[in-house]
């Protein structure tokens, strides 16, 4: 099958199969003038795929960052408001003749952990992908939850710190606002009076740089309270810290351990634990494949 993973800043692409294979990537960036121009793009490159597979397509699917709606229309992202509305799975399905399935970043992240990393074998299981922002997605009995706008609606907006910085969403204090990647790296630049990465963040906590360190364990700390309060509602088996949150290190993955075991309910603590992903970079696209061979999940 063909999988897309259009993302805030790059869109990719790759051939990929039943056991999580991936083949011919490719990679280009979102940014368009309008939704028309970047569905075209996209459509080129996904024909290229076709011509390159060796075997007969099963079909394609696309993991989108935002709200999408079961017929595969984008209906919000903060991020790319002039994809808005864009009818993605008609587009698509009628230029590259395959049946097209879209579905949001936040499940297509926990869908690749559930098949192919440490959801594996689990009844109850939820993945927090932290990276532009805080995606929340849940299986419950081999099954994606969806509550609001087809997934988790907005539950990495949990409120974790009431005097906390304002969010982008308008409210204040939440998870997203105090532990995305993207804010992480806002914050340190900001401390350090210059730009940097998100990369340069965790070597500088792993080298044990004490603000780097100090900004790491209060992130992970929220962590651990929005996993907590989550655990409190869902009652899951496991907890995975999935996307750039995944790769921050063990002064991040420590503190949010720590604080998830001190605010969470004996009862959800009982049977919840807190890991780290392990379907790697490409998960996106490894959840974009298995909402097509996995298609009882969704
Ligand atoms: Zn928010």
Same mark, same amino acid.
């Given at each position: 099958?063909?999988?897309?993973?259009?993302?805030g800043?790059?869109?990719?692409?790759?051939?990929?199969? $039943?056991?999580? @294979? &991936?083949?011919?990537?490719? %990679?280009?960036? @979102?940014?368009?003038?309008?939704?028309?121009?970047? /569905?075209?793009?996209?459509? !080129?490159?996904?024909?290229?795929?076709?011509?390159?597979?060796?075997?007969?397509?099963?079909? /394609?699917?696309?993991?989108?960052a935002g709200?999408?709606?079961?017929?595969?229309? /984008?209906?919000f992202n903060a991020n790319?408001?002039? +994809?808005?509305?864009?009818?993605?799975?008609?587009?698509?399905? $009628?230029?590259?003749?395959?049946?097209?399935?879209?579905?949001?970043d936040s499940?297509?992240a926990? +869908?690749?952990?559930?098949?192919? #990393?440490?959801?594996? #074998?689990?009844? $109850?299981?939820?993945?927090l992908t932290g990276g532009t922002g805080l995606g929340v997605g849940?299986?419950?009995?081999?099954?994606?939850?969806?509550?609001?706008?087809?997934c988790m609606g907005d539950a990495g907006h949990v409120i974790v710190a009431?005097?906390g910085p304002a969010c982008s969403c308008g409210g204040r204090g939440c998870a997203e606002a105090l532990v995305s990647t993207a804010v992480l790296r806002q914050r340190?630049?900001?401390?350090?009076?210059?730009?940097?990465?998100?990369?340069? =963040?965790?070597?500088?906590?792993?080298?044990?740089?004490?603000? !780097?360190? =100090?900004?790491?364990?209060e992130a992970?700390?929220a962590l651990?309270v929005a996993a !907590?309060s989550l655990?409190?509602?869902?009652?899951?088996?496991?907890?995975?810290v999935a996307g750039g949150l995944?790769?921050a #290190?063990?002064?991040?993955?420590? %503190? !949010?351990?720590?604080?998830?075991?001190?605010?969470?309910?004996? *009862?959800?603590?009982? $049977? %919840?634990?807190?890991? &780290?992903?392990?379907?790697? %970079?490409?998960?996106? *696209? /490894?959840?974009?494949?298995?909402?097509?061979?996995?298609?009882?999940?969704?």
């Open positions: 099958m063909i999988a897309v993973d259009i993302g800043g790059t869109t990719k692409l790759a051939l990929v199969n $039943r056991e999580g @294979t &991936l083949e011919q990537w490719s %990679a280009f960036p @979102t940014a368009s003038p309008d939704a028309d121009v970047f /569905l075209a793009r996209t459509l !080129a490159a996904i024909c290229d795929l076709q011509e390159k597979a060796r075997v007969p397509l099963h079909g /394609l699917a696309v993991s989108a709200f999408v709606s079961a017929g595969g229309v /984008l209906t790319l408001p002039w +994809l808005e509305g864009a009818r993605i799975g008609e587009v698509l399905e $009628r230029g590259a003749k395959l049946p097209v399935h879209v579905e949001a499940n297509a926990c +869908l690749a952990e559930y098949v192919f #990393g440490s959801g594996c #074998g689990t009844n $109850r299981f939820l993945c849940m299986i419950a009995e081999n099954k994606l939850l969806r509550i609001a706008h087809g009431p005097d340190y630049g900001a401390m350090l009076c210059q730009e940097v990465s998100f990369r340069q =963040l965790v070597e500088d906590s792993l080298r044990a740089a004490s603000a !780097a360190c =100090l900004l790491m364990e992970g700390r651990g !907590a655990a409190s509602i869902f009652f899951p088996d496991r907890i995975a995944a790769h #290190g063990e002064t991040f993955f420590r %503190a !949010a351990e720590q604080s998830f075991r001190s605010h969470v309910g004996s *009862l959800p603590a009982s $049977r %919840a634990t807190l890991a &780290l992903a392990n379907s790697g %970079a490409h998960a996106p *696209l /490894l959840g974009a494949a298995a909402c097509l061979f996995y298609p009882e999940l969704l």
